[in-house]
């Protein structure tokens, strides 16, 4: 059976993405966001991952506002990378895993949840920076790649509970997979920002370290969270940190924390990065 070997929350911001491609890495004002990653590339390279299911929210490359599906799952062989006038490089096609990618999704189905299917699927920053800011020298990526995009742009966006709970069924439908591989699940986005607005550059130190202790054994509150509570305390972007709940619904009800490290703001954002293995 697949091996859930843990999960990682990082940050999508596109500023990362070009501050990674520049190695930036020792500039005063990155290197504390990048030190950060520092273990995590440890833990990586340890656990050796096969496959990642990357949580994370499309920026109107893939989905715009008239079609804009609460869940959506690739189910490609590959995922190309396209320019979204950032200045970030265009990077190689990330390599899927169709037949993991379609075990979730009938899991999913059979337990009551409804994906949008996709054979064919462009990805952007949200999936490709979290992937670069871990292995930054890689030529071709090292891991194959389910992506789950939510939708945190087009109200009504899904509850915390509901994206905690697709994440335990995702989580059972890796550990049922009938390959020997290791999984790992990313969830991205957040933490506390708002890009436009009267509170526009906001960001909520408080409310993000806040988060970050819960996620390991009070889960339970944030499940409890809705949008209003999220947009109020972390800003109308902050809500992205549904799709860490979804990694943390997959991890199963106890964790390990391996590894934690907060910083703010980097591009007008409050970043946090977390490793969390499941406790047997």
Not at 134 to 163: E, L
Request: a negative charge.
């Amino acid at each position: 059976m697949a091996n859930l070997i843990g999960g990682i929350t990082s940050s999508h911001i596109p500023a990362v993405g070009i501050a990674t491609s520049k190695g930036l890495f020792d500039d005063p004002y990155w290197k504390p966001f990048f030190d950060g990653y520092v273990p995590v590339r440890a833990w990586m390279e340890e656990k050796k991952p096969d496959v990642v299911v990357l949580v994370y929210n499309d920026h109107g490359l893939n989905f715009f506002l008239d079609q804009m599906p609460t869940f959506a799952i690739g189910a490609a062989r590959a995922y190309d990378n396209a320019d979204e006038g950032w200045g970030l490089k265009t990077m190689p096609p990330v390599p899927g895993d169709p037949e993991l990618s379609w075990h979730i999704i009938e899991t999913l189905v059979k337990n009551e949840f409804d994906p949008t299917i996709c054979q064919e699927m462009k990805v952007d920053h949200g999936l490709v920076v979290p992937l670069q800011v871990i292995w930054p020298d890689a030529d071709d990526w090292p891991v194959k790649v389910v992506p789950v995009a939510v939708n945190t742009v087009q109200h009504p966006v899904p509850s915390a509970k509901r994206c905690y709970d697709m994440g335990k069924v995702i989580g059972d439908a890796i550990r049922s997979y009938d390959e020997d591989i290791n999984v790992a699940v990313f969830g991205t986005g957040g933490m506390s920002h708002q890009l436009q607005g009267q509170r526009a550059g906001f960001i909520n130190k408080r409310f993000d370290l806040d988060f970050m202790d819960k996620m390991i054994d009070r889960v339970g509150e944030l499940t409890r969270l809705s949008t209003t509570d999220f947009i109020r305390d972390s800003g109308s972007e902050g809500v992205e940190l549904i799709m860490w709940l979804v990694m943390r619904g997959a991890m199963g009800d106890k964790v390990t924390l391996k590894h934690a490290n907060y910083h703010a703001p980097i591009s007008n954002t409050g970043a946090g990065v977390m490793v969390l293995e499941p406790t047997e």
